[in-house]
């Protein structure tokens, strides 16, 4: 079992950059694949970016490419989101997941990981 924690969010002018970090409790957080998801309102919750176990292969979201990066460091329990040229339909509750299989590429779907954070709000003005 993981508890997740995300932080960092905020209100940011178009072109700035974010810092999103989430932390997990529990001993077994090396062993999980984690994604960043977000979710605007009255849309569905979207993939935007995944690691590793051990954090050697990421992904992302094409519509992210370029501008964001996921990282993680185990010995801290944390994975980060690194947000730059933020536009404003970045503008989302952005939540950290894990998923328990590890296979790659992992899933883009939310609905296959087992445990979710709370959630961190992102605006981007224009």
């Known amino acids: 079992q993981v508890q997740l924690g995300e932080s960092g969010g905020g209100l940011v002018q178009a072109g700035g950059s974010l810092n999103l970090s989430c932390a997990a409790s529990?001993?077994?957080?090396?062993?999980?694949?984690m994604g960043w998801f977000r979710q605007a309102p009255g849309k569905e919750r979207d993939f935007v970016a995944a690691?590793?176990?051990?954090?050697?292969?990421?992904y992302l979201a094409d519509s992210v490419k370029g501008r964001f990066t996921i990282s993680r460091d185990n010995a801290e329990k944390t994975v980060y989101l690194r947000m730059g040229s933020l536009k404003p339909e970045d503008t989302a509750l952005y939540y950290c997941?894990?998923?328990?299989?590890?296979?790659?590429?992992?899933?883009?779907?939310?609905?296959?990981?087992?445990?979710w954070g709370q959630g961190t709000q992102v605006t981007v003005s224009s």
């Open positions: 690691i590793s176990a051990s954090g050697r292969s990421t």
């Open positions: 529990g001993r077994t957080f090396s062993t999980y694949v």
């Open positions: 997941a894990a998923d328990t299989n590890t296979a790659l590429p992992p899933t883009r779907r939310a609905r296959s990981y087992e445990h």
